[in-house]
């Protein structure tokens, strides 16, 4: 039986496809225009959930090091000049990453200790994390809801009952 936190993940790509596909119906231009909001545009919200969800696959595989830092910022830069599709197909790529790095574990409630380059050291387990990118990415999905309707723009419902609605 499918893990609580790998039936999370499976809604955490679901959303995520789903909102990319709405940014990519609207006019050119509104991924880079600049607000006064959480982020400057949509385009770095995206590009930041991505980066996020890149990072915890990197700890996932225990690569964490002091690098990470320098390795973030080189990072957000190349992300930033991505185009949307282009980030779509980096969601696609580490989602396969997730899901072959998670199907391989024995065990998601087993707890590790990672150790980051910046935050104190977190002692969890994979289904904690795993939440943690899920619980991260609904979040900024927020975000990115509000910065439309602050563009003049419909957001999308990304809402876990609809997801059910459609997969169930």
């Not at 080189?74 to 990453?97: G, M, P, T, W």
């Not at 990115?144 to 003049?152: K, N, P, S």
């Amino acid at each position: 039986m499918k893990h609580f936190a790998e039936s999370m993940y499976d809604y955490h790509v679901w959303a995520n496809e789903r909102t990319l596909n709405h940014l990519l119906t609207l006019p050119e231009g509104v991924l880079q225009q600049e607000i006064q909001s959480v982020f400057k545009t949509l385009h770095d919200v995206v590009s930041h959930i991505c980066l996020v969800d890149e990072v915890w696959m990197t700890a996932f595989s225990g690569e964490f090091s002091a690098e990470m830092k320098v390795d973030f910022e080189s990072k957000i830069r190349e992300l930033s000049q991505l185009s949307l599709e282009e980030l779509q197909q980096r969601y696609a790529d580490v989602a396969v990453q997730y899901r072959t790095h998670v199907g391989a574990l024995q065990n998601l409630d087993e707890t590790r200790v990672y150790t980051h380059p910046v935050f104190p050291t977190l002692t969890a387990t994979y289904a904690e994390l795993i939440m943690h990118v899920v619980n991260h990415a609904t979040y900024h999905r927020g975000n990115i809801t509000a910065m439309l309707r602050q563009l003049g723009y419909k957001g999308i419902s990304t809402d876990y009952v609809h997801y059910l609605v459609e997969n169930k």
